[in-house]
């Protein structure tokens, strides 16, 4: 059974930092491609970041371009999303999700196949 665990959310003021794991179980983690998701308050859930298995490529949609940092530690198996300079259009649920390879379409939902349960970001003063 593939188990994805996300951890490290929680509310931070506008302009603070955080950063959230996601430990995988139950499928080769080492030879997983993952990804960050997320859903704000009606809308539709969105791609934020991938990595490779690897590790060397990473890719980000524009919203958090410069901001956030996708990486990973293979011997733990885990997935970070480093979140700095956080705005309040950033609030949403965090997924994290793997695959076997970043598909050039990965911000399709659809592309990734295990999925975490989710951790709430909430950025406000």
């Known amino acids: 059974q593939v188990v994805l665990v996300e951890s490290g959310g929680g509310l931070v003021q506008p302009g603070g930092s955080l950063t959230l794991s996601c430990e995988v179980s139950?499928?080769?983690?080492?030879?997983?491609?993952m990804a960050w998701f997320r859903q704000a308050p009606g809308k539709e859930r969105a791609a934020v970041a991938s990595i490779a298995y690897t590790g060397g490529d990473k890719y980000y949609v524009d919203a958090v371009k410069g901001r956030f940092i996708i990486s990973r530690d293979n011997s733990k198996n885990t997935v970070y999303l480093q979140m700095n300079n956080l705005k309040p259009e950033d609030t949403a649920v965090y997924y994290c999700?793997?695959?076997?390879?970043?598909?050039?379409?990965?911000?399709?939902?659809?592309?990734?196949?295990?999925w975490g349960q989710g951790t709430q970001v909430t950025v406000s003063s």
């Open positions: 139950g499928r080769t983690f080492s030879l997983s491609a």
């Open positions: 999700a793997a695959a076997p390879y970043v598909r050039s379409d990965w911000t399709r939902d659809a592309r990734w196949d295990d």
